[in-house]
């Protein structure tokens, strides 16, 4: 895989250097500590002040517990995406005097054990793939040792704690009280906050938004279970494993099993039945299954696990399941890693004393406008169960925040809309898809309505390859009606995450296959197959 091609963009790491508030100079001395060796360089002293603000920022000293507001026009619950983007537009573009509570990490999901570690993994597995595939282009690549997972981490979790505190500077740019603590709703106006020292505090609130997103589900109901980890725990991974079992089908399990895969590990992906990623397209269910399987992922297919044993002095594990080839055990595991869904995170809330409803699942119930069945709270992102993805709370929490406080005339009518969202998953190919899959479309519209372009091909990346190292690409427009108006695509291949978004501004607008056809190609891409399909 082209390893330049996955990297997202990274914030530029901020240098904590503590400096003395009179300081207009630095000395910089040399190991030899010699007079010579000392070089001053003048700083302003906007330059001190703001160096000095970054020591602070990045100081571990513990927080203060403040007195906090007794009333509030907004109390946002959850400073994860969603929260954080209702909770500072309202403050910053409509100054709306807003607090927001959270209990663990601001950034919520993605940004400590979602989206965005997620990636930066992805990324090391990625440079993995494009080590062994340099060879093919003709570097000569010899390994002197194996990949540093340990040191990984640490960068990797000083990354996450560096967006944990610009998170927190923002709210305070943006004048939005931030409480660390637990909130629990009273009335449909009154929230409790219980914050990290045990101290109660009881806040009414004009408007409250809930907003505390989901969490792994509970582990299944089977002796030993408890001896697996969830998708969190993923991120706490100390040492890179030599054999790991996955349980689950969805995207989060995908995404593992290909980045432990493509870093040298034993990995071993339980689904219970044929193919994973079965909310896509077949094209891609099938493609994506079958490249796993070439590229050395053992698949046990149709499984069920029935008992998790350790072994008290290793620390091993085996998982004993029965799947399509009968009953079996697995051995030697060092993680088991149950990817088995999401849950929301209502519980405790005091949902019921406001009288929020909530589904069967515990989603709260909202409508397309984040709106409960109570007049004054609203939920968004994950624990409505709607679109569960990153982008998706952010901009909901957005809309919101325009609707409830910017002027009427211009944002009565302000909602998300939630038809012809992207999404991408960083297997191994990549996977990106929007809209309705084939199946979804003959149901809505009927098969003699639709119409329906397909490829499949080799990318040029692999031109220079022996034929067992050649990925697949696979390509699919869902057309509607005579004019061909495209309502899906999905796309698997090198590049698929970024290539995705620009054609997903084209469906929003509406495009039909004329005006795919229409854009001349930028050769030579994969991204051009899309707009020559006959």
């Known amino acids: 895989m082209q390893a330049l091609a996955v990297f997202g963009r990274l914030s530029a790491a901020s240098l904590s250097v503590p400096v003395p ?161 637990r909130a629990k709703l009273l009335s449909r106006n009154e929230v409790e906050i219980t914050q990290d020292d045990g101290t109660k505090s009881t806040v009414r609130a004009n408007r409250i938004i809930v907003a505390v997103g989901g ?120 993680h088991l890693i149950w990817a088995i869904g999401r849950v929301p995170e209502t519980e405790k809330l005091g949902l019921e004393s406001a009288g929020v409803k909530v589904n069967e699942k515990g989603y709260i119930v909202a409508d397309d406008f984040q709106n409960t069945n109570v007049d004054n709270i609203y939920a968004l992102g994950d624990v409505c169960g709607k679109v569960e993805l990153t982008p998706v709370a952010i901009a909901a929490g957005r809309r919101l925040a325009e609707r409830l406080y910017g002027p009427q005339d211009v944002y009565a009518n302000a909602r998300l809309d939630y038809s012809g969202i992207p999404s991408v998953v960083f297997a191994h190919p990549e996977v990106g898809s929007i809209g309705l899959t084939e199946p979804e479309a003959v149901e809505k519209y009927g098969r003699e309505n639709i119409k329906i372009y397909t490829t499949n091909f080799t990318a040029m990346f692999y031109a220079m390859m022996d034929p067992e190292d050649k990925g697949p690409t696979k390509y699919k427009i869902v057309c509607h009606g005579p004019e061909e108006k495209v309502v899906g695509l999905h796309i698997m291949g090198i590049g698929s995450g970024e290539m995705l978004q620009g054609f997903g501004v084209a469906m929003k607008m509406g495009a039909t296959k004329k005006d795919f056809d229409s854009c001349v190609a930028i050769h030579p891409t994969s991204a051009e197959e899309l707009v020559t399909m006959r």
């Open 21 to 181: 508030a009179s300081a207009s100079a630095f000395a910089f001395t040399s190991r030899a500590g010699t007079a010579a060796a000392v070089t001053k360089i003048p700083f302003s002293r906007t330059a001190v002040s703001r160096i000095t603000s970054l020591s602070r920022q990045f100081s571990s000293s513990p927080r203060i517990m403040a007195p906090i507001s007794k009333e509030i026009d907004l109390i946002v619950i959850g400073g994860g995406s969603g929260g954080l983007g209702a909770a500072r537009f309202a403050s910053s573009k409509f100054g709306a005097k807003a607090m927001i509570v959270e209990s663990n990490k601001l950034g919520g999901t993605c940004v400590n054990v979602g989206c965005v570690p997620k990636k930066v993994t992805f990324n090391a597995a990625a440079i993995a793939e494009a080590l062994h595939d340099g060879k093919s282009y003709g570097f000569s690549l010899q390994e002197t040792a194996p990949f540093d997972w340990s040191s990984f981490k640490t960068k990797r979790d000083a990354y996450i704690k560096r967006l944990n505190g610009i998170y927190e500077r923002n709210l305070a740019n943006d004048k939005i009280e931030y409480v660390h603590g």
């Open 215 to 334: 969490r792994p589900a509970s582990f299944p109901n089977i002796p030993g279970a408890e001896h697996g980890i969830n998708s969190d725990g993923f991120f706490d991974i100390a040492k890179l494993p030599k054999k790991v079992a996955i349980v689950g089908a969805g995207y989060i399990a995908v995404e593992f099993a290909g980045m432990f895969n493509a870093l040298g590990v034993e990995t071993h992906l339980f689904i219970r039945y044929k193919t994973f990623l079965r909310h896509f397209d077949p094209i891609i269910q099938d493609g994506v299954t079958a490249e796993y399987e070439r590229l050395g992922v053992h698949l046990h297919k149709e499984s069920t696990q029935t008992r998790v044993d350790k072994d008290s002095a290793t620390g091993k594990l085996t998982v004993h399941y029965k799947d399509s080839n009968g009953e079996g055990q697995l051995s030697d595991v060092d």
